[in-house]
């Protein structure tokens, strides 16, 4: 599967539908999960830390008879900081810049306040919804008591509801068919074989992050952005230099670990997926650099690649 973007795409068939998929949902609900059980590969990163897609990452699936494009935004929340207030303000905007809202809850507890903002939100707009229960593989006692909660805050609002289990695929298929009627005759916007239209650096680096969030928990939570520096491509070896960012010393005391023990570890595991994702051997190197307050700086972010899109 290429990641990086072809320049041949093909016209697509009579009959075909092609259009975005903007998935939306709190913090934590699965959504990246959702994402890459839909393309079929991983692109997103997944995390039991809440908040970590900071990108709006498009994810393509092709099959014979639709082109969608999935745009996986950072889950809605109070913003509490800059950088949260860029991420809340992107996921707005995905809302209005999608043929279809796909939005996420936790189908194994009961409909909160946070899922009712969501709803009112989106009750604004003129785009067609579809309400996803995910996890169905938890199977609560009180599911049916879930349920009721969900088409209570609907109310008024005609929107389709479906479960699903984003962790083993149960029901993805049908909710794929589900958001394929909902999309217009269209063409190719990507060449059919790409899973993202995000390049293989930006990939890298959630990688990397996604180890950070794995093996330090709550102790060095969304104060860390990763830049990668330098990438060379020999013959049998990729050569990968990146920096990760913290905003105070005692993080980057915790990353680098005692004896570099931490560092070590979060470099091991993502070397192996990169290596899946690159299908070859890699050498990766990692520094941490302090960048005070970094999240609370509109120039530092947009220099790590957060800001506010069109």
Do not use: C
């Not at 009959?15 to 991983?42: A, D, E, W, Y």
């Not at 990729?238 to 990760?244: E, V």
């Not at 993080?251 to 931490?262: D, H």
Request: glycine fraction near 8%.
């Amino acid at each position: 599967m290429e990641l990086s973007t072809s320049i041949i795409i093909p016209v697509a068939p009579a009959g075909f539908r092609s259009g975005f998929v903007g998935i939306i949902g709190r913090p934590n609900v699965g959504k990246s999960t959702l994402m890459n059980q839909l393309v079929g590969q991983k692109i997103a990163i997944t995390s039991p830390v809440a908040q970590t897609t900071r990108n709006r990452l498009r994810g393509i699936l092709t099959t014979e008879a639709a082109q969608m494009i999935f745009v996986d935004t950072p889950g809605i929340h109070k913003p509490h900081h800059q950088l949260g207030k860029v991420l809340v303000q992107n996921a707005k905007i995905a809302i209005q810049s999608v043929d279809v809202v796909l939005l996420v809850v936790d189908g194994s507890l009961i409909a909160g306040g946070g899922d009712r903002y969501i709803i009112d939100l989106l009750h604004k707009t003129q785009t067609p919804v579809i309400l996803g229960m995910n996890k169905l593989d938890l199977q609560p006692q009180n599911a049916e008591e879930i349920e009721a909660s969900y088409y209570q805050l609907l109310d008024s609002h005609p929107w389709q509801i479906i479960k699903f289990s984003a962790l083993t695929g149960e029901g993805v298929e049908t909710l794929q068919n589900l958001l394929i009627e909902h999309l217009e005759i269209g063409p190719y916007y990507y060449s059919p074989d790409l899973v993202t239209d995000q390049p293989e650096r930006f990939i890298m680096g959630e990688l990397i992050r996604e180890q950070i969030l794995l093996l330090t928990r709550e102790e060095v939570p969304h104060s860390v952005a990763i830049a990668i520096d330098r990438v060379d491509e020999e013959p049998t070896i990729t050569r990968i230099l990146a920096t990760i960012n913290v905003e105070r010393s005692s993080q980057k005391g915790i990353l680098i670990g005692k004896g570099g023990n931490m560092l070590k570890a979060i470099g091991s595991a993502a070397r192996q997926q990169i290596q899946k994702l690159i299908a070859g051997k890699v050498y990766l190197e990692l520094f941490v650099k302090v960048q005070p307050k970094w999240r609370q700086s509109r120039m530092q972010l947009a220099e790590l690649g957060y800001q506010v899109e069109e």
